[in-house]
């Protein structure tokens, strides 16, 4: 499948061939919403989850369309496995669906990837290249399958993570499956996921749960405290009111990630603590305004399309190529809009086509990929 | 004015007797939206900054209604004098406030309250008890004259700082006016207001600026970081977008308070970095519930009026009753919807009767009153 910008709404929004039957393990918010969003594409899609009460209430809202009784009874025949569970049972389940539907490609939810990863590639290395890591970067305050919604990763980043060993048809199939349902999916290695959300996420829930702590214990002494809550206190608290179960199970899995993040943040804090103490007013203005520099330039959503170009790469038919190609466009932060992989007939080689936003990291991405060896035309799309 | 809850909308929005004309010294986002909230209630007003471009921009706006080309022009015949200028240079702009025109009430509008209000009352231990420390708990990330808003304080907290020496009547007038702006006045201690300021605003800005500036240095290293910023991110550092400049002079006027705050947050978070480096699930757990306890229950917006009960104190004519009984109702959380100083005939002693809402908090009241040796009566209003 080639694309061309006029079929690529199309393409972006409908399953992708040979999708017809999924399964989704584990049934609350996120694996309720990824039910209903692969329902809205027409797939059929069987839920389980540890608790029953849990799947018949998906069903009930008619976010599964039928509740198999046993992990194994559904993934039996999916084409896709999704694994919703907390983060720390998740490697365990995933095992279990590889094993269980052998045609499956199985992919997760989790907010860490690197644990979850190489227990699966340590466990099975003959079947992980079916499992791909993923991360849909999306939530809500409320819990539970009653929150589940279709759109919900419309607009979102959803990070994929193939390794060396992931299998490109695998990769292929979840890119757009997650394309379909409206997200803008990216590669990143699980190591590099890991540090992200370590710094994008992990770090500020504590800060902000802390935040909010700090303040009750001040308010304890001082009643009228909190009160006097203005919106900047609102919004950096906003997140300490989410689901706290969910978290000791991934600070924990993320631990090394975590450690060294909220490091440089306590670090950063220190300094700006020696600054207020010694009133350098110079150092606090110099540090307020990077931030409020940086605040500014953070991307809004997900970038839209723009002309787009078209790269072939040539590449040797072996595992790792997918891995390095799609993490390095993740990491100089290309947008790839599609994705295909041609083996040659001669089956030693073969192209991998990736449209790309014609920018000038696309062009990085050009001279990176040749850096790495490997032969690059590109075309632009008319 | 003793007032049933029948006028009450009409106390509320209309604005004091005895107030016509104002003025405004600084007319930024604060300032400028003073002048709009006091125009929308027919009161003239008269503006004055050092920049005369921004008062210039004020008068092209209509927030202010007259342009005066000095400090002791502005503020010559008006009623209230609303200090809206850098905290740094506050003190001194209220006290030529104070001395230009005898007849004025001054307030600011300042984040720092302590180090203003001593400045003012060693400066002019006479005149001071016409200063009325103010701090309305409303902002914009948008700088300047052109973000001013005449609804910026509906619905806003306005803290208003009587010491000991603060005039009952000046107080009263201030309090009014603040009301009919749709702000609820709510008076503190100096300190007891630097305090809270500290814990919820000086603080989280720090720490939001400093959580931007960590993401901004691992992003350096990680072309993709900024995209994978999500909503919880988006929130926690929209404040570090705001106006950098105004917080070195408030980080340095409140710098006991900051510091104090600053480290009970530092402490709290090293004991939630070593419960992650021990893999303390138990521990993790409890903070994030508390936290999120405590996020769940934070009051929202200004309290509803409900039923409302008027409490009449028999009060000495003296200095300090004033601040005494107002800063006890927002220690406790009581909200005082109206107040009135009546002085008897005598001459030395008074009524102060206060309109509060009749709940749990108010009975408290009532005896911490009693406790300080005030007789107080107690009636419903109907």
Redesign the interface.
Known sequence: MTVTPHDRDAVTFSPPAGVARCAVLGTGLIGGSVAASLGALGIEVVGWDRDERCVARALELGVVGSVAASLGEAVAGADVVFVAVPVGATAEVAIAALDAEPGSVVTDVGSVKGAVVDAVEAARPGAAGRFVGGHP???SEQDGVDGSRADLFAG??W?LTPTEGTDATAFATLRSLVAAFGAEA?A?SPH?HD???A???H????????????????SAR?????????????????????N??I???I??AN?DA??A??????A???E??AM??A?D??G??A??????Q??????IGA?SAGPLVELRVLVPDRPGVLSEITTLA????VNVFDLEFAHSLEGDRGVMVLVVSDTE?SVEYEVGLRDLGYPVTRGKLE
Chains 1, 2 share one sequence.
């Open positions: 970067m999306a939530g979102a980043t990070v990216i990143l590099d540090v992200f959300v710094t994008m996420s770090v500020p829930q504590l800060a902000s749960s802390v935040l909010m702590d700090t303040a009750l214990g001040v001082h009643g009228t405290l909190l009160r006097l809550a203005a919106g900047g206190f609102r919004d950096m608290t906003r997140i300490a009111a989410g706290a179960s978290w000791p199970d600070l924990t631990r975590v450690l993040s909220f490091d440089r943040y306590l950063e804090l220190a700006v603590r207020v103490a009133g007013r110079v606090l203005l540090m307020l305004q990077r931030a409020r940086g605040r500014r330039s953070l991307p970038a993740g990491r100089l932060s990291a």
